[in-house]
């Protein structure tokens, strides 16, 4: 299994960037799919979910409104769009598959992306 994750870069407060992250190697379709970050000297956190479907969303309170996780079962792809990024905002993001349950907790996660890093300047 490979979940590989794209779309980091340097971006500005306020902008936008749109992550993606490929699966490979599993039954898409049978997977929630989650989007989790970490920054330096703190835990990792549940930023996005989206069930296997795609027609239920989570979102963490710090991202509601700003974030939107979408997913593309055909070409085994989930997004998350991400505007009106903060500083805050900066961390490694990473992609993780569930099967079958959309869940906040990371360790409930089966297969792990390789991250890739946001970085908002103010």
């Known amino acids: 299994v490979q979940l590989q994750a794209s779309g980091g870069g340097l971006v500005q407060a306020g902008g936008s960037l749109r992550l993606s992250c490929a699966a490979s190697?599993?039954?898409?379709?049978?997977?929630?799919m989650g989007w989790f970050r970490q920054a330096p000297g703190k835990e990792r956190e549940f930023v996005a979910g989206i069930s296997r479907g795609g027609l239920t969303t989570d979102y963490a309170d710090s991202v509601k409104g700003r974030f939107t996780i979408s997913r593309d079962n055909a070409k085994n792809t989930v997004y998350l769009q991400m505007s009106s990024l903060k500083s805050e905002d900066t961390a490694a993001y990473y992609c993780?598959?569930?099967?079958?349950?959309?869940?906040?907790?990371?360790?409930?996660?089966?297969?792990w992306g390789q991250g890739t890093l946001v970085t908002v300047s103010s």
């Open positions: 993780a598959a569930n099967w079958n349950k959309l869940t906040t907790t990371h360790t409930e996660y089966d297969y």
């Open positions: 190697g599993l039954i898409f379709d049978y997977y929630a």
